[in-house]
């Protein structure tokens, strides 16, 4: 787990070195066990290091292999690095480490752009072709590790995170209006390649893109799940995809224990995360650390779920390290949680995973957490009321329980500069979910939030406030080969006993039945689902300051509606509406305010 960042240019412009030292100090967060820096003709590299796999100077980027002719960046872990280096060496290759790096490097030589197809992990990835002057750029399947990028006519540069490509200086930080649409309409999800800013785009999961030493560039997506039922199980009953499950998840859960140091479980205790930590000791793990997070509570909430997480701490006897965040150090840590954020995100969640990943980064490096699991497996409660809608009416079902406003209202938040006189974000469900495939309107559902929601919404924030703290964070519900299994169960057997049915009847003979059976919980933070006190003052200060004026995305009846009223606009699942509001804003601010960037429009 790293940052990575680079420039490749052409027309026989020279790439900019210290525009690539900015970017990569800007990540050291993300790395803070080492960095390193290369130049070959026309592109250049920069590296972060966070030490998990070959802690020796042997693993350190950016790795070079002059034999080959390659050069690499890489974040994120290849989990079945080892039978790839043993088949790989069976091949002919001779190995300087034992670094997961170095395997990509010889798959990219034995491979070409294919080697992704043989990777099991999370990634983001530069090979430089030191022969051809080619640059190629991969993201893993599901999107768990983040790559940006900004253009101009005679250069591309890349990095982890959008404050990296914004310290390089040179990029276009005007709005994007169908960014800003998404934004308040798809619950706050910016789906590739777009940004808030006009100059950033993201490269999208499952995607290889190839640039060549002219500028001129190819890209393919090389991985799809599949929605429909496959032909070798279509006689399973509950109980047989329930066991391929546990079993595809107690894979997943093992692969992403291998690392050279020690590898811990963020436990919320709900039944996902509680998964892990039982799957874990069954495989044989004593005094596996595991962490939890409770908040004070607020405006009649609890901020705390400690009563699940306890139990599974002492039914698999876990080293438990229970977090509790007074509201005195809520307000302190937004703006850090801001500026951890590469994109703007709603979730109030994201501040206790900015906490919890300070407090777990002190004693440990890696995680597991059980994030996605919802979205794989239709936990949410906005699919069951899709379960008898009819396939030709998906969008319009799913757009009723999941956009957070419509076109029109969003119009009358929004200064006529900012506005659209169409609806992206409507067009762009509706040709995901209309897409071939996915007979059931459930199945369309569950696809786009696969491929898209979950990428843009838990999956960034995972890694953003993990690598923040330079922590790890690893997703077993994530791993493809899950996901491939997982897509092709009944939508039935998902939605049933309240969502995620048949996983939670796979779990009785893991679990203690309080876990399974008990209410479907969230990561509490009452003191911002409920803004009062000096997070209102925050919200205020933030939406009233200089810039905010300047910038003028609102208008000002409609912020003066929600800030005479902050707590009673909802929106469609129950979000703050202000908090949506202020928090873009915020965002923006703070990009500014570490960068220079001016808030253009």
Known sequence: MCGISGEITWGGERPDLAAVAAMTETMTARGPDGEGAYLHRNVALGHRRLEIIDLSGRGAQPMVDTALGLSLVFNGCIYNYRELRDELAGHGYSFFSTADSEVILKAFHRWGADCVQHFKGMFAFAIVNTDTGELTLARDRL????????????????????????????????????????????HSVVP????????????????VRTIRADGTSTEKRYWEPVFEPHPDRLDWDEAQWG???IDSLRVAVRRRMVADVPVGVLLSGGIDSSLV???????????????????DSAGGESGDEYEYSDLIASTFKTDHHKIHIGTDRLLPAIPGTVAAMSEPMVSHDCVAFYLLSQEVSKSIKVVQSGQGADEILGGYDWYPPLENTPREDVTKAYASVFFDRSHHDLNTLLRSDYRLDHDPSWQFASEHQNAPGAATAVDAALRLDTTVMLVDDPVKRVDSMTMAWGLEGRVPFLDHEFVELAATC??????????KGVLKEASRALLPAEVIDRTKGYFPVPGIRHLDGGVLDLVNDTLRAESARRRALYEDDAVAALLAAPNRTRTT?????????????????????????????
Do not use: C
């Open 243 to 245: 066991e391929a499950l």
């Open 143 to 186: 999107g768990i590790k983040p790559l940006y990028i900004s253009e101009t006519a005679s250069r591309l540069r890349f990095a982890s995170s959008i404050p990296a490509l914004l310290h390089a200086g040179g990029v276009d930080t005007s709005i994007d209006r169908v960014a800003l649409h998404h934004y308040f309409t798809f």
């Open 277 to 295: 930590v039982a799957l874990l000791a069954e495989q044989g793990q004593r005094d596996l650390a595991t962490f939890s997070i409770g908040f």
């Open 573 to 601: 699942l129950g979000s703050n509406a202000l908090w949506q509001v202020a928090m873009l804003e915020m965002w923006l601010q703070s990009m500014e305010s570490m960068t220079g960037a001016p808030g253009s429009r």
């Open 490 to 499: 009944p939508p039935g057997l998902k939605l049933a006993h309240g969502g």
């Open 192 to 207: 590739a390649p777009h940004t808030m800013y006009a100059g950033v785009r993201k490269l999208p999961p499952a995607t």
